[in-house]
């Protein structure tokens, strides 16, 4: 009886198996990436961007759950030597669109319609941050699958990623 139940233990110890929250497949990405580093795309089905400011007027985001919008994710991080202690530099730009959106053409200020902002992380004395991307043009596609091309520039803080396209 020992035997059953042990064998019953170690059978169901093995079966379980943790789920895995993946919204999409990961797109393929049709951008060029620096050499010099990674790039990664990542699609939130049904999420949310929510934009905050801290007491200084530095802003920082929210993803949360919402039905109805989808939250677009690009990131950027260069390829440091593993011993340089201050040496990371990352940069992020982020976007939510409506569900129902099946194509977009925003120019300039018309980019906060999607709340598109760009990230710079770095060792960088006052050159970090979120900032408000409001100079530059987005088309997006979301017909079968979301394909979109993006130019844009950030005032505020040097930028090494300036076009993104995804299909």
């Not at 934009?51 to 993803?63: A, E, S, W």
């Not at 319609?113 to 979301?142: D, M, P």
Request: with cysteine; net charge positive; hydrophobic share 35%.
């Amino acid at each position: 009886m020992k035997k059953i139940i042990t064998l019953f233990l170690f059978g169901l110890l093995f079966s379980c198996n943790a789920q895995k929250n993946v919204s999409t497949a990961m797109p393929k990405l049709v951008s060029e990436c620096p050499k010099d580093g990674t790039c990664e795309v990542e699609i939130l089905k049904n999420k949310q961007l929510i934009l905050h400011y801290d007491d200084l007027g530095g802003m920082y985001y929210d993803i949360k759950d919402q039905e109805g919008t989808t939250v677009i994710h690009y990131q950027y991080n260069k390829t440091t030597q593993a011993n340089l202690q201050d040496g990371h530099y990352r940069e992020d730009i982020i976007f939510e669109i409506k569900n129902s959106d099946k194509s977009l053409d925003l120019t300039d200020s018309e980019l906060q319609q999607v709340k598109l902002i760009f990230g710079r992380h770095c060792f960088c004395k006052g050159q970090t941050g979120y900032f408000k991307i409001e100079k530059g043009n987005l088309q997006l596609s979301a017909k079968s699958a979301i394909s979109f091309n993006l130019n844009f520039t950030c005032d505020k803080v040097p930028q090494i990623i300036k076009s993104i396209s995804v299909k």
